[in-house]
């Protein structure tokens, strides 16, 4: 059985950073055969693609809206992608969560009922 566990969520100042971990398990290939998304929800809106890793070649794609100041990554040995999270705003405020399928089409928002796996989530608030 597929599980992701999404961590390291919290409350921060606006300007600070975290670094949120999905940790994968049950995948029935290696990490990197799968392309991983990040996702936030925030308070009465809808689901919004961040970030996506793709499989073997590992491209990384990114909403306009964090465009250089969050970063994707994997680490394979570990089963765990990263999400680092620089000059955080008010309005990156919401539920993070990871999901995983074939690639990163998963970003697309009329596909978020396609994708395969998906993760329970972690807060973020950022605020002073």
């Known amino acids: 059985q597929v599980e992701l566990v999404e961590s390291g969520g919290g409350l921060v100042q606006p300007g600070g950073s975290l670094r949120l971990s999905c940790a994968a398990s049950?995948?029935?290939?290696?990490?990197?055969?799968?392309?991983i998304g990040w996702f936030r929800q925030a308070p009465g809106k809808g689901r919004e693609g961040v970030s996506c890793?793709?499989?073997?070649?590992?491209?990384?794609f990114y909403a306009d809206s964090v465009k250089g100041r969050f970063t994707i990554s994997r680490d394979n040995a570990k089963n765990t992608v990263y999400l680092e999270m620089n000059s955080l705003k008010p309005e990156d405020t919401g539920v993070y969560s990871c999901?995983?399928?074939?690639?990163?089409?998963?970003?697309?928002?009329?596909?978020?009922?396609?994708?395969?796996?998906w993760g329970q989530g972690t807060q973020v608030a950022v605020s002073s």
């Open positions: 999901a995983a399928d074939s690639g990163c089409w998963i970003l697309r928002p009329e596909s978020s009922g396609l994708v395969t796996y």
């Open positions: 890793i793709s499989g073997s070649d590992g491209d990384t």
């Open positions: 049950g995948l029935r290939s290696s990490l990197d055969s799968y392309a």
